[in-house]
């Protein structure tokens, strides 16, 4: 029998040329008729099968060895690999490579670790993968780049593999990050028109201050650097300079790697104004409407900022036609006699484009048709890049979603069709409470609220409240639907009932015992402002406690002590805020009216103005402006308001820093049981007043432990207002600059699952004797 070995170790040119060097009987073609594998400890005989090219009967020969031997290599499950022959049988004989049985790293901090296990994954260094020591190598090599990248040239990674039985290994990546190095200097050669100062300012990364070690602008990263010339480069641009070059950037890095030297050379060019201004291309829309879009104009300093933004308005009006796929490239170039800069706008319409469905993800909670019901773009319809935003907008303000995107992505095989894809993000539209106490005026107390906006996910609102203890029961309901009709006529209702035992009641001044209901349409006039209209009835039964006010007697003795009050309201409300839970763009204001009409026990009106406003201050600091004005009065024969309606002051939602409903005019004297000498009250209780004035102003900034939430919200406040009662006689208290409380500091809000948390704490500005201050606040179910 005939017998010849052929081993190949190192590549399948070494396999070629060792066969070619083997006996003549070795290199004789012959017909395979067996094959044989040796030297599988883990893997199936089917991997070698797989990758080898010779089967059963092939005639071989050295070429197709060498092949074979290539083949199983490449395969990458082997480091050593061996062919003979042993009579007409190949024999392959393989060294499998070790597998992977655990990977551990150390020490990284500045790349997240599932980041990097998922790199390393990818490049096949997982637990259970074969292992391949050049892949390490590569991927030690590329970590060492990557933490360059980010200035840490001290970082030092370094790689063990610990053999384990059963042809195994243990990887160990240990990684010494090291520390970013410092900016020294950064040096702008080149420049005449802007000063290295003024240059410097507008770079994200700066040099170190030794008087200021806090921070990490001084801290370099290539990345960052990148970013600071692209600033650069759009400094110039923006201010006509559209020559303007980078010849070199050059970092210098100190013998100790732990400082930087930056050098800029550039050259400034000279700076041009606009010329002519075309359009120019397939204009699908004519150009006299498009003309007023040109923001760039005849005269001006060239500003590149000013042509993207112009190109941009351009393709977004071309999008409101259906052209959703619209390409406007601005070019500039120098003008004949060299001055001037002629800038032409070219329009690529590309084809109209229709919807053909509208599609809606991550709303598991909320019904599609809450969701569709509030879009502008249809199916259908010619894709309009206003109304998809719009219908984004809508969606964004309803207060059920913290994140609403919008993507409009073409069919495939269809040129002229896309789909409208929207996310959204839901988050927590409602709160709910439960109470259980003692109290000795009270007694045993229990209580249980819900209030949810998206109720169920249908888009309605509903709200229930009960309330019981020993003197008190109260109870409440109220449902809203904000699409009672198709094209958007609401429709709310309330009901509520609340009685006090006033024998067992010993420290209120009075009671009141109401029963009612309201009902209250909404008609949309616009995408932003709607006009409300309601009737309701409101019966209240009023009882005296053991101290009460001589103003609240007299009254209750002259007009007696139950009431059947008809109500009827409007308002009108408009609000263009981005969002309908924590805001930080827009506007929105509503002006209300009630009244207590004819037929009524007493005849009195109020209207009331709130409004807010988000100014952008810049990054993420946002500063909110809000304001409340409120008046009533009576009518006919009736000379004021009835102190049950008065307006309060005081608390979250008013001027924090100040008890809940504290502030305004309080009782001069009461009577304790109406005996006669009276015993004064020595802490009467505040009566409210007939005019309300309020305003704050507060400073919103990146929660520090949650920037990019959007379900947390910090902020600095400073508040102000007051209540005045301006008709009873001896408790008038014109309005008076001077009388207006304020209060300043900080607050958080949070929404939770159970509704949002409110938390402030404040100091008052102008305390004055005998107001009720709170330092800590708190409330859950309100935003403000």
Do not use: C
């Not at 490579?97 to 790349?111: C, F, Q, T, V």
């Not at 009106?605 to 409340?628: E, H, M, S």
């Not at 900034?701 to 008709?727: H, I, K, L, M």
């Amino acid at each position: 029998m005939r017998f010849a070995l052929v081993i190949l170790t190192s590549a399948w040119l070494a396999a070629t040329l060792t066969f070619g060097a083997a006996t003549a009987a070795a290199s004789e073609r012959f017909r395979v008729s067996d094959i044989r594998v040796e030297g599988l400890q883990r893997l199936p005989v089917d991997r070698v099968f797989t990758a080898l090219p010779i089967q059963s009967g092939d005639l071989v020969g050295t070429s197709e060895v060498a092949e074979a031997v290539r083949r199983l290599y490449g395969s990458g499950d082997f480091e050593d690999v061996q062919i003979g022959r042993d009579g007409d049988q190949l024999v392959v004989v393989v060294s499998e490579r070790p597998s992977i049985a655990r990977l551990e790293i150390k020490g990284n901090r500045s790349i997240d670790e599932d980041n990097l296990r998922a790199g390393l994954r990818d490049a096949g260094l997982a637990e259970g993968e074969v292992f391949r020591r050049s892949t390490l190598e590569m991927i030690a090599g590329e970590l060492q780049r990557q933490y360059v990248s980010q200035g840490r040239y001290d970082a030092q990674i370094e790689t063990e593999s610990v053999p384990l039985p059963r042809n195994r290994v243990a990887l160990n990546i240990d990684i010494y990050e090291g520390n970013p190095a410092r900016i020294r200097d950064i040096n702008i050669v080149g420049n005449e028109v802007f000063s290295d100062k003024e240059l410097r300012s507008i770079f994200e990364q700066r040099p170190r201050r030794a008087w200021w070690p806090f921070g990490s602008r001084h801290r370099y990263s290539r990345e960052r650097l990148s970013g600071d010339l692209e600033r650069l480069r759009s400094y110039y641009l923006d201010r006509g300079y559209i020559n303007f070059s980078m010849e070199s950037t050059q970092v210098g890095v100190t013998p100790d790697r732990k400082d930087v030297y930056i050098t800029i050379n550039v050259d400034e060019g000279k700076r041009y104004r606009v010329g002519k201004v075309t359009l120019a291309g397939d204009l699908p829309i004519d150009e006299e409407e498009l003309k007023p879009l040109l923001v760039v104009q005849e005269g001006q300093v060239f500003s590149q900022q000013l042509s993207t933004y112009t190109a941009d308005l351009l393709t977004r009006r071309l999008g409101n036609e259906g052209y959703s796929f619209a390409e406007v490239n601005d070019f500039p170039e120098v003008s004949e006699d060299g001055e001037t800069v002629d800038v032409t706008f070219f329009v690529d319409p590309g084809r109209k484009v229709y919807v053909r469905r509208v599609n809606f993800s991550g709303n598991a909670k909320t019904e599609d048709e809450v969701l569709r019901r509030e879009l502008r773009q249809f199916e259908g319809a010619p894709a309009n890049t206003a109304l998809v935003d719009l219908s984004r907008q809508r969606l964004q303000r309803l207060g059920y979603f913290g994140l609403v995107n919008a993507e409009t992505p073409r069919v495939v095989g269809a040129e002229d069709l896309v789909d409208v894809d929207y996310t959204v993000e839901e988050q927590p539209s409602g709160s709910i409470g439960a109470n259980v106490g003692y109290s000795e005026a009270s007694g045993f107390i229990f209580g249980a609220s819900i209030s949810q906006n998206n109720f169920m996910g249908t888009g309605n609102r509903v709200s229930f409240a009960l309330s019981r203890s020993d003197i008190r029961e109260s109870y409440s309901f109220s449902h809203f639907n904000p699409y009672y009709t198709l094209d958007g006529v609401s429709r709310g209702f309330s009901l509520y009932y609340s009685k006090i035992d006033f024998s067992r009641a010993t420290v209120a001044s009075y009671a009141a015992d109401r029963l009612g209901g309201a009902v209250n349409y909404g008609y949309p006039i616009s995408e932003t402002s709607r006009l409300d209209f309601g009737v309701g009835f409101d019966n209240i039964e009023l009882t005296v406690g053991n101290f009460v006010a001589v103003d609240i007697l007299r009254f209750l003795e002259a007009k007696g002590y139950e009431f059947n009050l008809f109500k009827a309201n409007a308002s009108w409300q408009k609000s263009t805020l981005n969002r309908g839970i924590l805001p930080d763009r827009g506007w929105s204001q509503v002006l209300g009216a009630e009244a207590a009409v004819p037929g009524s026990d007493y005849l009195f009106y109020k209207v009331t103005w709130n409004g807010q406003r988000y100014f952008p201050v810049g990054g993420d600091w946002t500063l909110r402006a809000r304001g409340d004005l409120g008046y009533g009065d009576g009518y006919g024969n009736q000379r004021v308001l009835p102190f049950f309606e008065n307006f309060y002051a005081g608390g979250i939602g008013s001027v924090r820093g100040y008890r809940s409903r504290t502030l305004g005019p309080r009782s001069p004297a009461a009577v304790f049981e109406l005996q006669n000498p009276p015993v004064v009250d020595p802490d009467p209780d505040p009566l409210g007043g007939n005019l309300l004035v309020e305003g704050s102003l507060e400073l919103i900034f990146p929660t520090p432990f949650a920037p990019e939430s959007r379900n947390v919200r910090t902020f600095f406040f400073v508040d102000g207002g007051q209540v005045f009662e301006t008709e009873i006689e001896n408790l008038r208290s014109d309005f008076d600059v001077d009388e207006i409380r304020y209060a300043g500091g900080i607050g958080l809000t949070w929404l939770t699952a159970i509704g949002p948390l409110s938390f402030n704490i404040a100091r008052p500005l102008n305390k004055q004797s005998g107001d009720d201050t709170e330092f800590f606040q708190f409330s859950l179910g309100q935003v403000f």
